[in-house]
């Protein structure tokens, strides 16, 4: 089946709110541009386009139709949209490289959180008939995952400090970038018990490009293609009660379908601190792998994008010969899972 | 390595309703997976992958109900994709589950496609007004019925095309035992008298609001062998922006492009000839000969003439819609499937009373948005 290689990454600075419609558009036009740019190549040159958006952020039915002008969509182009991370449409995207049906695509995701509560709004993602009308809101649900934890002696409050002072220190060009240490992140007070601020991503208004090409293509467009070895997703039951909350079996399953062995960076979507730890281990990795040198979402979180930029950020920073893997979740609790192995020559 | 081939191993659908309050949403999309599973001689335990579509989450108010319906859908272990095309999301479901096939990606994969209207006020979901564009305000009708007048404009088509259409489909629904709308006494002065809702568009040739699901079941090749199946031929999707200057709303060029790629891809040069069931997304009446011209059926301005001629009819020379189309049918988010399902249908020998005799090549078709986002396929009773 023939390889596919990513070839340019940008994103859209992650702010805590824009000034933009929630469509998305002001924040990928200039992106757009820059992810094409880099790889020299215009719209007419891709052919494949797919995005990953939602509407209940956006407020409204059809958000992404809106987006589709800050392509400048004409003569028409051959396109599809998932109602997810666009971590998810660049699985889409790859698949249909991998059909033959194209060489190039372009892959977008937008999120514009600041628009309403965003831990209200993600409370519409639960079972409207049992558990949407109690409204536990996203935070209040992966306070629950890191009490059992932290019960159940799977991480300390210290391990999860420990997360998110290196997030915070990470990345100059992040979000949220502080020099701090654990001990004194331990003193600020509780958000949601056991969570606190710092254990929480932020809200973030956000938006990023990633371009894919085959790879007999891919090294005429770029000095380092980072060739995609493998991508694999796995969802787990909607009932919380009846899930593994501790082990994220769905990302060891797409792990081990991937085979991650061997990889010495990560990029992880883990939007509380807890989180990164049941990933880490739900992955294997050792002390030897560098973890989310982009100071992962817990540093920046743009809704909708920030999987598909865990693997820019990969693809970005990989060294050559290196192996690393990028991961995006979905839904409550690590419901959906997506692992993406990449590799550079 | 070559794109893999892939073909429909089964077909389901539910008894579309205005209201199934009999149902939850994962009771609707289970009635049509379990009937889909059954036709395809399959379990859950056959399924590598499910891909989910529905129109807009605010249709029933619930943010990304593929996930509380991982359960249901027999998804849990398994990937799970959820697609958003607008009105043509039905179709584009089907084709993106087809490229998990042609990909290589997996050898038996579930598309499923849902709308239950009832859940919450469609009107309302589409009415929150969009930046920089001049609000509707007055649901799809409005929205389409100028597209319709410049239509009977342009063609010089009679007044009274529109209401052969709505007949034609609305007695093919009555041979569809899942269709919503089942009317075998309709007649062109039945449709002449109802009611003008948007200038040129009359009551009874508006589609219903239906609560419904469709599921189809696709395979390899070495699946599919043996079995009777549904051969893909060809798929094609294009998009265009809602509006800019010049822009051709009655014949959109995202429709003409789609088309010709698919009638190139599935190796057709007449389609009128070659082509023997048409399954095309109709919610208003006119857009049957609108879209007959914008897919190649008939030259520009002459898509009226087979509707008129009656070649669109069961019998004729293009059967159009036996199903009833959406026109008798309408769960928006799975109004595509079941164009595509029912091609499907057609060329395996199984859509029943509906059956267009001697059925081999056959084309579902779905479009959305303002007529800018389309997805189609043309399948086969033989492999391409």
Known sequence: ?345 | MARQRAAVLGVGQTHHRSKRTDVTMAGLCREAIDRALEDAGMTFADIDAVVLGKAPDLFEGVMMPELMLADALGAVGKPLLRVHTAGSVGGSTANVAASLVHGGEHARVLAVAFEKQSESNAMWALSISVPFHMPVGAGAGGYFAPHVRSYIRRSGAPSHIGALVAVKDRRNGAKNQYAHLRQSDITLESVQASAMLWDPIRYDETCPSSDGACAIVLGDEATALGRTAAWLHATAMRTEPTTFAGRDQVNPQAGRDAAAALWRDAGITDPLSQVDVAEIYVPFSWFEPMWLENLGFAEEGQGWKLTEAGETEMGGRLAVNPSGGVLSSNPIGASGMLRFGEAAMQVMGRAGEHQVDGARIALGHAYGGGSQYFSMWVVGSEQP
């Open chain 1, 1 to 345: 089946m023939t390889d596919v290689a990513i070839v340019s990454f940008a994103q859209a600075p992650n702010v805590r709110a824009t000034h933009g419609t929630t469509n998305g558009v002001e924040m990928l036009v200039p992106i757009l541009r820059t992810a094409l740019d880099q790889v020299g190549l215009s719209k007419k040159d891709i052919g494949f386009w797919c995005s990953g958006s939602s509407d209940y952020l956006a407020g409204r039915a059809f958000s992404f139709i809106s987006a589709v002008d800050a392509i400048g969509a004409f003569p028409p182009i051959h396109e599809s949209h998932v109602e997810a991370d666009a971590a998810w449409a660049l699985f889409e995207a790859w698949v249909k490289i991998r059909t033959g049906e194209a060489d190039t695509a372009l892959v977008y995701g937008f999120g514009k959180s600041s628009a309403g509560q965003l831990r209200r709004v993600m409370a519409m993602q639960l079972d409207p008939y049992t558990v949407g009308p109690l409204w536990p809101d996203a935070v209040s649900i992966a306070g629950l995952q890191a009490r059992l934890g932290l019960d159940a002696g799977l991480w300390t409050e210290r391990d999860m400090a420990e997360v998110a002072a290196r997030s915070r220190g990470a990345n100059p060009d992040a979000q949220i970038h502080e020099q701090v240490s654990a001990d004194e992140l331990l003193t600020r007070p509780y958000f949601a018990n056991p969570l606190r601020k710092h254990d929480c991503a932020p809200v973030t208004d956000g938006a990023s490009v990633v371009v894919l090409a085959r790879t007999d293509r891919a090294k005429d467009l770029c000095d380092r293609p980072a060739r995609i070895t493998s991508i694999q997703h796995r969802v787990e039951s909607a009932h919380l009660t009846t899930r593994d909350l501790l082990s994220s079996p769905s990302t060891v399953a797409a792990a081990k379908a991937a085979n991650t062995d061997g990889v010495t960076l990560a990029e992880l979507h883990a939007p509380f601190s807890h989180q990164e730890i049941l990933l880490r281990q739900a992955l294997g990795l050792g002390d030897e792998v560098r973890i989310n040198p982009s100071g992962g979402a817990l540093a920046g979180n743009p809704m909708f994008a920030a999987g598909l930029s865990r693997i820019g950020e990969a693809a970005t920073r990989i060294g050559a010969g290196e192996r690393a893997v990028a991961h995006a979740t979905s839904g409550p609790a690590l419901q959906q899972n997506l692992v993406c192995v990449l590799e550079a020559d």
